[in-house]
């Protein structure tokens, strides 16, 4: 049964943001290739061709894509030419990709993110659209799909949580219990280190798993009207209220997987698919990692553990994917109708076939095939009274990109030196805010 998610509450910026993507600022200006349109055979002029800029560079959701795009073409005779991108190299040159000459329709975030990109007219309104799918999604997408000026950007897909993965099959050798308190998760981590086994998988090469372990202890910390007010750039980095949570991260950091900055995030899931690990922090993706029909059902997870009693755990940091039409699309209408389709409960399920990984977006995609994983993630979203989307989505992404990220990792290296931190991320912070 699907329970409303109309109830959820998101964070809605009240201003514009400069936007230059996950690293953007640096590879921008490091004069790193710029993305290009696919359609220079003039592909993309042709009213039975769409063209599309991919983020999904990911075996999983590549294929769960193009078995999308083959349904599309299938139903309505319109041709989905796809121009995939790393999906890291896309984040960073977003910016510049839109402002030249991009696909019609790409891939991309709900939320803050979206709203730049609409804010800079770098996107097309999409009201029409919502005319016909409006009806598929509760209010919380909504909200997340609407730019600051009250119209529709985005068509979202999929949403999936973050949360502490595990082995069932390594709990019930170990006879460990469930943490639901930072006590007790501190207890098992020291368990887990007795055990041999390294306790928390971490891998933070690509910078932006760390912007979701921060998220996770500050608003278990301090509660998510502090930590959506942080990522607004209203509260201070040197508030007492930031330094508590990174003393709790400094806590947990010795049970984390060492050498995680030159560790990717895949090969940290290795850890935990080979039981070297005894958990890892990260989004439902993780699955993708599992490719033993036996080991993904060994998969479960649960939500991070309550620190402050007055906050508990209802907060669920929720990351929503999907897309927006580019600013000048060749084929407007061939674009529409590609967004209707993938705003359809028929895309959803055709995509998390493919992609058991994650949960759909729309209130009447079918959940029966849900697996035991997916059943799990829809009812820790729909029953949260907060959702959050993800540092890099719910603040300014040229603060996240070129501040957070390699502050992050110089804690992670070095946590002793977190009061110098701190006031060199607020000053950052301040010229960075006060910029717009």
Known sequence: MHLPLSGLSAPTPSRRTLLRGIG??????????????????????DPKTVTLGSNASDAVPKKAFADIYAAFKKQSGIA???????????????????QGTPDDVFNWFAGYRMQFFAAKKLATPIDDVW?????????????????????????????????????????????????????????????MKKDKLVPIAFGDKDAWPALGTFDQ????????????????????????????????????????????????????????ASKKAGMYLLGTFVGQQFTDEA????????????????????????????????????????AVKLLEYLGSPAAEQIYLKSDPNVVAASTKADTTSYSALQKKAYDMISGAKHLTQFMDRDSRPDFTSTVMQPALQKFIRDPKGIDGLLSSIERQKKTIFASS
């Open 131 to 191: 005319k016909t799918i409006g009806g598929n999604f509760p209010d919380a997408m909504k909200a997340l799909s609407k730019g600051e000026d009250g119209k529709y950007y985005f068509v979202p897909l999929y949403t999936y949580p973050w949360a502490l993965f595990y082995r069932k099959s390594v709990f019930q050798q170990h006879g460990y219990e469930v943490p639901t308190t930072w006590s007790q998760f501190i207890a098992l981590c020291k368990q």
């Open 24 to 45: 953007g600022a640096a590879a921008l200006g490091a004069g790193i290739p710029l993305l290009s349109a696919c359609g220079g055979s003039g592909s993309a002029a």
């Open 295 to 334: 080991d993904r059902e060994d998969l479960d997870f649960f939500a991070f553990p309550e620190i402050d009693p007055s906050y508990g755990q209802d907060t669920v940091e929720a990351p929503t994917d999907g897309f927006m039409l580019s600013k000048a699309p060749k084929n407007h209408s061939g």
């Open 217 to 272: 202890i500050n608003f278990r910390t301090n509660g998510y009207d502090f930590h959506v007010e942080l990522m607004a750039g209203k509260a201070s980095w040197t508030d007492a209220k930031v330094r508590a949570a990174f003393d709790n991260w400094a806590e947990i950091l010795p049970y984390h997987q060492e050498g995680a900055v030159g560790r990717t995030w895949q090969d940290a899931a290795q850890t935990l």
């Open 80 to 98: 989905v030419d796809v121009n995939t991108k790393d999906h890291n190299t896309f984040q960073e040159q977003i910016n510049s990709y839109l």
